[in-house]
């Protein structure tokens, strides 16, 4: 294990509860099967690859139906809601005309107008639905028996920087909604500088996860894009110094071993060993196109493996950056799955 050099600004850290953390998690790998192509590279890329932690603070465009109850607690009674057709993870974007910011502006829409014209968003297609909002017996006021989401805070990693034109990119996978698994629609984003505090090592059956400190004094930049490939943005802090890498092409990429940065404690990446194990170009999936092993003794006694918050985590070989982690296995934290980094150079535009 070596460290890597660099410089990072650093304030007072204000301890915050993670509430998203960067890395997802697979029971088991599947079949794969042929998938889109993406662009080939035109020219050789070099960006600054990073590994280090970064706060995520998010709002949504709408907000995004997480579950459904009874309005006045009976068990026979249907959320008004559920019953007029919304399912979970649809995008609530107007309330009887009225533009939907946060979840409180669902429920004074509701109050002007107990016979709710709800327009959502659902894969895509907009749909209109009709609900009889019920009056509540404890405060009378008027509700659709749901709950909903408007924002999201957690940590991540960010995988490399361009100092080229201040764009960065990070966490390899998309923020979703962890009940209906609905990537979240970004209305505005910003990134914060972290420091990691403390680490849950993960086991079998149950994947570990970073805890950080935000360090809300020095914001790094803004979140622009919230994608299948990442979250991506402008970064005017560099997050970390150091000398520029070339981006392989997906063809370059090899079984075999390779390093990873990755942050376990405070600000500062190291780097470790992994393998390898399998590579799959055609995979149906933008985000698992190459199988890992940690192999690096040090990190695996210190997280058990692979855990959440390590997502985005950068992958070099040959001294190229091939990749960035995604995912983890949760029977086998030694083992996950990540990106191309042509892929992730690609959607960062």
Known sequence: MNKISGIINIAAAVLMSVLFIGTAAYGESSQARPAAAYTELSERKKVVACGTPFGIKMLTDGVIVTDFGAVNGRLSQQSPAEAAGIRKGDIIRAVNGITITDSLSVSEAVQNDPVCTIDVLRGGEELTFTANALESATDGEYRLGMWTKDSVAGIGTMTFYDPETERFAGLGHGISDTSSGVRMPLLSGEITAVSVTDVIRGAAGSP?????????????????????????????????????VEVARKDEVKAGKAVIYATTGGMMPEEYDIEIVSIDRGSDSPVRNMTIRVTDPELLARTGGIVQGMSGSPILQDGKLIGA?????VNDAAMGYAVFAE???????
């Open 208 to 244: 570990g996860e970073l805890c950080g400190a935000f360090i809300s004094s020095v914001e790094l930049g803004t979140i622009t894009l919230n994608s299948d490939l990442g979250v991506f943005g402008v970064c005017k802090t560099p997050p970390i110094l150091a000398e520029p």
């Open 343 to 349: 892929n992730m150079l690609s959607a960062l535009g």
């Open 325 to 329: 982690v995604t995912h983890v296995l």
